[in-house]
Structures are given as C-alpha cells and as structure tokens.
C-alpha cells in the first residue's frame, strides 16, 4: 500500500490535490504576520473543518517544523501536505502557502514603496488595524497547543522557563536550538525510563 493510501480515513479523495492546495492558498492569502499567526488558521482549516489530520498529530508536525531550518509557514505546509497525499501533497500544499505571499508582495513591489504606504492614511490606517489582529493570531495557537500538549503543574514552568531563558540574550544558554536539543532529549527519556523501569520489573518477576 502506497503512503498516499496509507492515511488516515478522514484524508481528501478525487480531487484531493486541488483541495488541498486551494486550502493553503486561502491560508496564506487572508494570513498577516508570519508563521505563528498562521498556525490557527491552519489547524482550524486542517484539523476542525476538514478533519484530515488528528490534534495530537497536527501538534507533532508543528513541533518537527518549528525545529527545521526554513519558513515555519512552508515547512509546516510542506509537513501536513506530506501526512496527507505523500510526497505530491507536499509539493501542493507549498505551493499553496508560498503563492499568494509572492504575488502579494510582487504587487506591492510594483505599485506600492514604502513612501506610499507611510504617506497614504488609508493604508496606514489598514496596517494599523491589522497589527492587533496578528497579536491575537500569534497567542491563539500558543494557548490551543499548551491545552493539547496537557501541560501539569510538574511541567508547566518547562516553556516559561524556556521563554526567559532565549529572551534574555546570554549567548549560547539562550540559543532556541539547545533548547531543541534538550527537550528532544528529555522527551526521550521520559518515555524511556518508565519502560526501562516497567521491563526490568517484569523480568525481576520472572526470575522469581
């Protein structure tokens, strides 16, 4: 079985490709501020509306993409793209996302400079009301992933923590990417040592 039929049950079919790259296009098109403003718009469109994706794994491909080198836009297009219709929907799918910003801004470049945006009261009075909007879109997804991510109270100072630490500026201790590394790190043994535990429990068991 091939992975574009591998998938789960909820994935589109038929007209799958276009589906899905009309999708993204709509994302990217009606998305202002970046990657993390765009996260909301994509897991309410992939995972509440379309349901082609399940939470829990839509939070794994954010993960793996915010720990990529690249757009985190693209990357995580290029991710969900892939989880859904292989190696083709991921091509798709970027090409969705990428769209829509390279004609915007092909067009801004043609008839817009930065004097006419700053001088123009309505456009300024535009990107003004915009800027709010970004804010909410950048914190909703924040909120949304540390519910699916059942944070504790034994875990919930990992990200604050994390947060303080990159923005305080101390070098090497506030590189994102040690952090990357930690986390997969002490993720990994967090589900290591329970079933290290759990076997070496088991055979202690046997022997007796």
């Known amino acids: 079985m091939t992975k574009e039929t591998d998938i789960n ?3 589109p079919s038929g007209d799958s490709y276009w589906a899905l790259f ?3 296009f709509k994302i990217g098109v009606f998305t202002f501020g970046g990657g993390w ?3 909301s718009i994509i897991e309410r469109e992939i995972v509440d509306k379309h349901h082609w994706i399940e939470r829990e ?3 794994d491909l954010l993960a793996i993409s915010q720990s990529l080198p690249g757009i985190l836009a693209v990357n995580i297009a290029t991710a969900i793209g892939d989880k859904i219709r292989g190696g083709k929907g991921s091509v798709v799918a970027s090409l969705g996302t990428i769209l829509p910003s390279f004609l915007i801004i092909l067009a801004i470049a043609i008839f817009l400079t930065p004097d ?4 123009n009261h309505t456009i300024s009075s535009i990107f003004m009301g915009i800027r709010p909007a970004v804010v909410a879109l950048i914190v909703a997804p924040v909120i949304s992933s540390a519910k699916a991510a059942k944070l504790k109270l034994r ?3 990992i990200p604050f923590v994390v ?11 506030s590189s994102p990417i040690l952090y990357i590394v930690l986390g997969a790190i002490g993720g990994f043994f967090f589900w290591w040592y329970p079933k290290h535990k759990n076997d070496k429990k088991t055979h202690k068991n046997r022997q007796s």
């Open 9 to 11: 049950t909820h994935s």
């Open 22 to 24: 009309s999708t993204f």
């Open 37 to 39: 403003a765009m996260i």
């Open 57 to 59: 794994d839509f939070l």
């Open 116 to 119: 006419t945006i700053k001088n």
């Open 155 to 157: 875990t919930v100072w």
């Open 163 to 173: 947060a303080l630490m990159i923005s305080l500026d101390m070098g090497t201790v």
